[in-house]
């Protein structure tokens, strides 16, 4: 059996993994104390259970990934994590077992292209629109990753107003704009945006566009065959079919790409690690 972990800023999960199912899931919430100390404590409290029927450890981990080392690119995500944490040596010396980490992004995007919406492709990219945007590559059917841990930092790329892209299109960027309009959040404005609601399509549009343009650039930088969409924004209603409208607007050829709903949801980072 493969333990594999979640390690994400609202929630920690993790499962067993037999080769085809996860089993025995179980998750907690990230500790709001997400220091090195506190937040593999709980890492190691939520996986005991599971230890001694285990082989090996899978872990997928927000943050910038490279050879175990995690380190923050967002402080508000992981407290103190700016000059990198060894989390693959740091659960090898408490548990016995080797262990692997992937970003967790990436390993999303091998789970969905082994096992979910890029199963049959060659070059495929998944995108998630959630409280922020990241992503995973793979290429020639290799996932794409970088000695420095610096890879498909999707929400980092700049959009027409020299802008990340995470800053405006992401779910915490609406979930700002849908408060200046006095709505609770960005679930409320794609409510009001699929009610035919002016502002608040304008805006729901706005974030469509930017990931469309997003999708359309990769398909002709690397020639990506398909793209999966997930996160809470990425699956919205609606959210897919405005993206898919505006990269068809684009005609030929960034047009051609295929843009899907991911099939994995919550498990893909689980299942992307266990498979990698």
């Not at 990769?218 to 065959?225: D, N």
Request: a negative charge; proline letters at 3%; aromatic letters at 6%.
């Amino acid at each position: 059996m493969i333990l594999t972990l979640d390690i994400g800023g609202t929630k920690l999960s993790c499962a067993l993994w037999d080769g085809t199912n996860l089993l025995e899931p179980a998750q907690t919430p990230t500790p709001a104390n997400r220091t090195p100390e506190n937040l593999l404590g709980a890492c190691l409290g939520l996986i005991a259970p599971k230890i001694s029927v285990a082989r090996a450890i899978r872990v997928a981990a927000c943050g910038s990934v490279a050879n175990g080392v995690v380190t923050a690119l967002n402080n508000e995500t992981l407290h103190n994590w700016h000059n990198g944490v060894n989390v693959a040596t740091w659960l090898e010396h408490k548990t016995q077992l080797e262990t692997k980490v992937l970003n967790d992004a990436d390993a999303a995007a091998w789970g969905e292209f082994q096992r979910g919406a890029g199963r049959g492709t060659t070059n495929f990219a998944f995108v998630t629109v959630s409280t922020g945007i990241g992503g995973g590559l793979v290429i020639n059917s290799q996932l794409h990753t970088t000695a420095h841990g610096l890879h498909a930092e999707l929400g980092f790329t700049l959009t027409d107003l020299d802008t990340p892209l995470e800053y405006l299109a992401s779910g915490s960027a609406l979930d700002a704009l849908a408060k200046q309009h006095g709505w609770s959040g960005a679930k409320e404005l794609v409510a009001r945006a699929n009610q035919g609601e002016s502002e608040a399509l304008v805006l729901l549009e706005n974030s469509a566009l930017r990931v469309a343009r997003l999708l359309a650039n990769l398909r002709a930088i690397l020639g990506i065959e398909r793209a999966a969409i997930g996160g809470g924004l990425g699956l919205a209603p609606s959210y897919l079919e405005r993206v898919q409208k505006h990269l068809l607007g684009f005609g030929s050829p960034w047009a051609s790409l295929r843009v899907v709903k991911a099939d994995l949801g919550a498990d893909a980072g689980l299942v992307g690690a266990a498979v990698y």
